[in-house]
């Protein structure tokens, strides 16, 4: 099966959705050179108007390797190639449920991309992950090879679909992040591209959005949440493009047993009103966050385990409506620094999770913002509160049914093998 891998790419706010030749073009042509150059010296004897036409048909081979023609490019003739290979596979997938529906973005050329004729236009799904210190720690490499191996291991993708990967780095990172991700996803069988954002700029972008979340749900000054960049979901809808419709955002320890195209299609289960799909966090996080107000209103359910309790959200994985995080006057009305202090004061809450923090607090209050995912999508192997207060109440938050397609293996759970 032909592979055609995107390019690496530094995009702070523009995404590219396109498909180049990627990697060995000079390569490549350097072969081609050195055997045209031994033809050359065979045919010594022939006479020069002999030579001059079969240097005129090698110039023409390089030119269409190198160059294509204005109605065929490498895109359109892989997509020939494809076609037969992947035939049989797609006409035993049923996908009359499944379209991308994150929108289109704008199109543009990095350094090696072929521009696509428009009908060979791709759908894009987009996913982000924090790519920030990775360089300084062998852990934090060791679980993004993890979760970027298994995410390849199972990744299918329709011909026409691509898999945008937003890494927000450092420019430390993303050097390392560079020379790994394209081993890391040398097995992949669909076609993806891969975005670096600076954390720099985004954090300028962001701070005087969530400033006033910081004092509510960071840690404190220094400390790992207390970056605005780790707020980035909650104001992501106005930091990415406007053509930016939909993207998954994934925490690094992270582990997939199934399809991340599928994923994408709980946004297809959203109901009205929803602008987040996300996960109830697996532990009694939030039964001792908000002890105060539980004390005060022992009926309220704030932090009690499920099906009929509130127990807060994981933001391991979540699922960023953009479009409609735009749309939502209630949401919108939500980030201003008045609305964040109140709905602080009002549950007497100090936490330190960043954006996890801020999405419980709002979820006590107006639930209808979030859509629930199962909970396999994000199976949280963590029991730290077992060890530490909560180990008679802990199974009702810890438990989940049905498949696992996701592990998350929190405060530095070892993840299961199979």
């Not at 037969?84 to 006409?91: D, P």
């Not at 521009?115 to 062998?138: G, N, P, V, Y």
């Amino acid at each position: 099966m032909h592979h055609v891998f995107g390019p690496i790419t530094h995009a702070p706010g523009v995404v590219w959705c396109g498909v180049v030749w990627f990697p060995g073009t000079a390569g490549g042509t350097m072969r081609v050179l050195r055997r045209i150059c031994g033809a050359v010296g065979r045919i010594s004897t022939f006479r020069s108007y002999q030579i001059a036409l079969l240097l005129f048909a090698a110039l023409a081979v390089m030119a269409f390797y190198y160059f294509g023609s204005e109605n065929q490019n490498f895109s359109s003739t892989t997509k020939r190639m494809k076609q037969q290979t992947q035939a049989s596979h797609n006409s035993n997938r049923n996908d009359q449920d499944l379209s991308a529906h994150t929108g289109s973005v704008e199109r543009g050329e990095p350094l090696g991309a072929v521009r696509e004729t428009a009908e060979d236009q791709k759908r894009c799904f987009h996913a982000l992950m924090m790519f920030t210190k990775i360089e300084r720690s062998r852990t934090l490499q060791s679980k993004f090879e993890v979760a970027m191996r298994s995410l390849v291991q199972h990744g299918q993708f329709l011909e026409d679909e691509v898999l945008v990967l937003h890494y927000v780095s450092d420019a430390a990172s993303k050097d390392l992040g560079e020379k790994m991700i394209p081993g890391l996803m040398l097995g992949a069988t669909f076609q993806y591209e891969v975005v670096f954002h600076d954390v720099g700029e985004l954090t300028e972008k962001l701070f005087p959005i969530v400033e006033a979340m910081q004092r509510h749900f960071s840690a404190g000054s220094g400390t790992y949440y207390s970056d605005s960049i780790f707020f980035l979901s909650v104001a992501i809808h106005r930091i990415m493009p406007a053509e930016m419709k939909r993207i998954v955002q994934l925490d690094l320890d992270l582990k997939f047993r199934s399809n991340i195209r599928d994923l994408f299609q709980e946004f297809r289960n959203f109901p009205p009103g929803a602008v987040i799909g996300i996960v109830r966090e697996m532990q009694p996080v939030y039964r001792h966050t908000f002890w105060q107000y539980r004390r005060e209103n022992p009926k309220s359910g704030v932090g009690d385990p499920p099906p009929q309790g509130k127990p807060g959200f994981n933001s391991g994985v979540m699922l960023l409506n953009l479009h409609a995080m735009r749309l939502s006057p209630l949401y919108n009305q939500l980030l201003e620094p008045e609305q964040v202090g109140r709905l602080a004061d009002r549950y007497h809450f100090r936490g330190h999770l960043g954006d996890q923090d801020f999405f419980t607090t709002v979820g006590m209050e107006h639930p209808g913002l979030f859509h629930l995912l199962p909970c396999g999508w994000n199976r949280q192997l963590c029991t730290w509160w077992r060890e530490h207060g909560y180990g008679d109440v802990f199974q009702l938050y810890y438990r989940c049914d049905g498949p696992v397609h996701i592990y998350h293996g929190n405060c530095n759970t070892p993840i299961p093998d199979d």
